[in-house]
């Protein structure tokens, strides 16, 4: 089925048909398919949809549909799907409501479900505790594999997972973890505490949902468990969650390293004014940036106008040396992201991109100057001026390339920041600079 075969349906008042259609398909796919309809067919077929899929159909729309859904329902409809909701589901969608329909849709919740979501939503953005679901099986250590599986049995429905069951104490301290899997092939009568695992990775509720991902990424985990301060268990978050924060979090810094303000809107959601904003500012800041660069170009008139020929390789000069760079500092935040490096490396990382640099730029030289002295014939000092600020170019691009996401880094800012364009722009500047300084001196020129 798709979105117009849906919405014919719709216009045919067939709602039995689409129903049962609806029945049959994935809680993502008909999401998907939600979304390219009208708004106003939008919350036609979704009222359709049985009340078991409902809210697990809710938890994949986007944002501005979630909205305009949930304040189209009555009170008490909007009540059972935010109490359908996940947790952590559940408070994404909260925070992107104005305060006022937040209060009146909570008024209508579980107790329960109202103290989960003000539970999350008073940890800080972007942490663990933000992101973690409180929907989570625990054990006690001293209960029986027989009576481990009853309880997933009676409660697990409502779990975000059930594959790892966390064990805790009296104190709800949490001591250990045991697999799905293991409490299958275990006998009935075994205790939790012999079968559990005790050596726990877990992340506290203030730990920066970048590092989570970054621990279940390297554990190759399905969840990680969130603690307290002392080591009490508050919540869990999923692989699935991991996945979307990965994605904001590439997307942020994408947008980052083209001088553009991050943004959570999709780009088809968002409008030409929209994108003006995002993009003006840095626009505006490069522009006036490269007014040095008109001005190195000004103050070196007299080389210029002794060999006009100088000029024709200054966008071949300024290009390399902003690619080299570009190269460099894309290298070097990856690696920081990743953290395979960190400032106190900043020693043996400079002196590997120095020697890739000599290379690099030795390699572009001689090549250029072959194809100045065979194809093009100009003057042997002019093609020696112009392969040394080639060498010389790339060399300090890569250096500056690599030092400053490293310097940002270690004043707690975005190494994304100084991409490109914004290195390019600096590198310009110094890449004329060189090219001046080089040509006036072996050139003779006064």
């Not at 009676?154 to 975000?160: A, C, L, N, S």
């Amino acid at each position: 089925m798709n979105s117009e075969e849906l919405q014919l349906m719709l216009d045919n008042k067939k709602y039995h048909d689409l129903r049962d259609e609806l029945s049959k398909l994935n809680e993502a796919d008909i999401a998907a398919l939600l979304e390219k309809l009208p708004k106003k067919s939008q919350l036609k077929a979704f009222r359709l949809l049985p009340k078991d899929m409902a809210a697990d159909v809710f938890a994949y729309l986007p944002t501005d549909v979630e909205q305009q859904i949930i304040t189209s329902l009555t009170d008490r409809e909007a009540g059972n799907i935010i109490d359908n909701l996940m947790s952590d589901d559940a408070k994404d969608l909260m925070e992107e409501m104005p305060a006022s329909v937040v209060k009146s849709l909570l008024s209508h919740t579980s107790p329960e479900t109202r103290n989960d979501i003000n539970r999350l939503l008073k940890f800080p953005e972007d942490s663990a505790g933000s992101i973690m679901t409180v929907e989570f099986v625990d054990l006690k250590e001293n209960l029986t594999v027989s009576q481990a599986i009853e309880k997933i049995r009676r409660i697990g429905i409502d779990k975000e997972t059930i594959n790892i069951c966390y064990v805790l104490d009296p104190a709800r301290h949490l001591i250990g973890i045991v697999a799905l899997r293991t409490l299958i092939l275990s006998r009935g009568d075994e205790l939790i505490k012999d079968i559990m695992e005790e050596n726990v990775i877990s992340v506290e509720t203030t730990t920066d949902q970048e590092e989570v991902a970054r621990q279940i990424s390297k554990y190759d985990f399905l969840s990680i468990p969130v603690v307290d301060s002392e080591n009490r268990l508050v919540g869990i978050i999923t692989v699935d969650d991991i996945v979307d924060i990965i994605q904001e979090e590439a997307t942020e810094d994408i947008q980052k390293m083209a001088a553009i303000l991050p943004s959570d809107t999709p780009y088809p959601k968002m409008s030409a004014f929209m994108l003006w904003r995002k993009r003006v500012v840095w626009l505006m800041f490069l522009m006036i940036s490269v007014t040095f660069t008109g001005k190195i170009i000004t103050s070196y008139e007299d080389a210029l106008g002794s060999f006009i020929v100088l000029t024709a390789f200054i966008p071949m000069l300024m290009d390399t040396g902003g690619n080299t760079g570009s190269q460099s500092s894309t290298t070097i935040i990856r690696a920081l992201s990743l953290e395979e490096i960190t400032f106190k490396d900043i020693g043996s990382v400079l002196f590997k991109e120095f020697c890739t640099a000599l290379l690099c730029g030795g390699t572009l030289a001689l090549l250029n100057f072959i194809r100045l002295m065979v194809l093009d014939r100009v003057d042997p000092m002019v093609a020696l001026v112009v392969c040394l600020t080639l060498l010389c170019a790339v060399m300090s691009a890569t250096l500056v390339g690599a030092l400053l996401p490293m310097a940002a880094r270690k004043f707690g800012l975005d190494p994304a920041v100084m991409a490109a364009p914004v290195l390019t722009t600096m590198i310009d500047a110094v890449t004329l600079g060189i090219y001046f300084q080089i040509a006036t001196h072996v050139l003779h020129i006064t």
